[in-house]
């Protein structure tokens, strides 16, 4: 079975809506990721978390918070979302950072009207 | 700014043909590179790593040159095949750093 999960899959607000979006892993790893894919931009990583409580700042964190709830379960917030929020939001876990494979999840899209 | 480029945006190959996907890197901390595959409605998942003391890695059809002195490298995907077509991406990272970088990546398209 999957060993990193994201929900919604879909998701469609308005601008200042709130949203949250939820990820779940299973591979017992310590550190999660929140990126966000865009054409011509790749893949961006907004934040990251090396265990429950703990939260560092990404290449692009602006406009979201996050929240490592367990070692398994890693949320993004976006509290005033905007159109330029809209994008590919993915996933991840790894046992550590710089040398060890990343597992992604499925992504989730997000369409700020 | 981008610390890990891939200068092609996309890539169109014949089946059979080998596919070289480009990659380079601003940071001389780097030592890490692995490459990443993505399919449509997927996340992307590893397909090949190298680290910087070597110069070739090499795993089935999937052989990564690396130019250290030069700060780039390439992805070659021999005898490629229609189900190889997905998008490619990039990664760099350095022992004493936090995070891997990824490149914009390369969507590649081989032709039946």
């Known amino acids: 079975e999957a060993a990193v999960t994201q929900s919604p899959r879909n998701k469609v607000t308005v601008t200042g809506g709130n949203v949250t979006l939820s990820c779940r892993q299973t591979n017992s790893h310590n550190y999660m990721y929140w990126y966000r894919q865009d054409t011509g931009h790749g893949l961006r990583l907004i934040h990251y978390?090396?265990?429950?409580?703990?939260?560092q700042i990404g290449d692009v964190p602006d406009g979201y918070k996050a929240t490592r709830t367990t070692q398994e379960d890693f949320f993004l917030l976006l509290e005033l979302a905007s159109p330029s929020q809209t994008s590919l939001y993915f996933c991840?876990?790894?046992?550590?950072?710089?040398?060890?494979?990343?597992?992604f999840g499925p992504g989730t899209r997000l369409t700020v009207l | 700014q981008q610390q890990v480029r891939q200068s092609s945006q996309s890539l169109t190959v014949w089946e059979g043909e080998t596919a070289i996907l480009n990659c380079s890197y601003e940071n001389s901390a780097f030592d890490y590179f692995p490459w990443y595959q993505q399919f449509p409605g997927e996340g992307p998942a590893l397909l090949i790593a190298i680290r910087s003391v070597s110069d070739k890695k090499e795993d089935g059809r999937f052989t990564i040159f690396f130019n250290k002195r030069e700060k780039n490298l390439s992805l070659h995907i021999k005898d490629s095949q229609p189900g190889d077509s997905a998008t490619y991406f990039c990664?760099?990272?350095?022992?004493?750093?936090?995070?891997?970088?990824f490149g914009t990546g390369t969507k590649l398209q081989v032709v039946p």
């Open positions: 991840a876990s790894s046992e550590g950072t710089t040398r060890n494979e990343q597992y």
């Open positions: 978390s090396y265990g429950a409580g703990n939260l």
């Open positions: 990664a760099a990272s350095a022992n004493s750093g936090t995070y891997q970088r």
